[in-house]
């Protein structure tokens, strides 16, 4: 079954607000990316959290991951309209040594002018 | 000079028919991906090669045969196109498998099938 779940689906914010995503996921993971994807696109890589880590920091994005609640969330700061996208979660539940990402369901951001 | 390219970015055709969908990356990477976008914006991995040998094959009916004739490439080849078939499918490709370590995937723009 799906191994992202995320929430919430949609999200609709005023440019200079912030937007949260939440992602919750089931099994252990290697690691966990963010990716986003504008309409009619190809997902574009944002941030990788790896298992043993709990925050980090890219720009104004903002990724926790909670191992023990096994979830994790996106933190756009002080958005714009070009942040206007779907966000994705995307698990690395490689066991082989090669890498399989499993994604969530995504969270689309609608910002507002 | 894009990264990873797809062909064709729109395909229509009719049940039965039989169409192949091409990538190519021109980044050096050792994986490529093959993935399927539903309706619902729902992404799942189909299969992965790493230097031209399968390395994951989902749970993906056989019509589906991918071929990768160069690390730098993997088609996408689909008989007997039936309805369900209907998607977005996107090709990826990442470096440097065989280790947990770091590692990001880089989309094509998608080749969307229209199934009639």
């Known amino acids: 079954s799906q191994q992202g779940e995320e929430d919430p689906q949609a999200l609709s914010i005023q440019e200079g607000e912030n937007a949260t995503m939440n992602c919750s996921y089931k099994?252990?993971?290697?690691?966990l990316q963010w990716y986003r994807q504008n309409s009619g696109r190809g997902l574009v890589h944002l941030i990788l959290?790896?298992?043993?880590?709990r925050e980090k920091h890219s720009g104004r994005l903002r990724v926790t991951l909670d191992t023990s609640k096994k979830s994790s969330s996106l933190l756009i700061t002080a958005s714009r309209a070009a942040d206007t996208a779907s966000y994705f979660c995307?698990?690395?539940?490689?066991?082989?040594?090669?890498?399989?990402?499993?994604f969530g369901t995504g969270t689309r951001l609608l910002v507002s002018p | 000079d894009t990264a990873v390219s797809q062909t064709p970015k729109y395909l229509v055709t009719q049940m039965g028919n039989d169409k192949s969908i091409k990538c190519e990356q021109n980044?050096?990477?050792?994986?490529m991906y093959w993935y399927k976008q539903d309706s619902k914006k729902f992404l799942k991995i189909m299969f992965s090669?790493?230097?031209?040998?399968?390395?994951i094959n989902e749970t993906v009916p056989n019509r589906f045969s991918p071929k990768s004739p160069d690390k730098a490439h993997l088609n996408l080849h689909i008989n007997s196109l039936e309805l369900g078939d209907s998607a977005v499918y996107f090709c990826?490709?990442?470096?440097?498998?065989?280790?947990?370590?770091?590692?990001?995937?880089?989309f094509g723009a998608g080749t969307r099938l229209s199934v009639l």
């Open positions: 980044l050096g990477h050792d994986t």
């Open positions: 959290i790896r298992s043993n880590e």
């Open positions: 995307a698990t690395d539940m490689g066991n082989t040594g090669f890498q399989k990402l499993v």
């Open positions: 990826a490709s990442s470096p440097q498998q065989g280790m947990k370590a770091k590692n990001i995937q880089y």
């Open positions: 090669y790493n230097n031209k040998e399968l390395i």
């Open positions: 099994t252990s993971i290697n690691n």
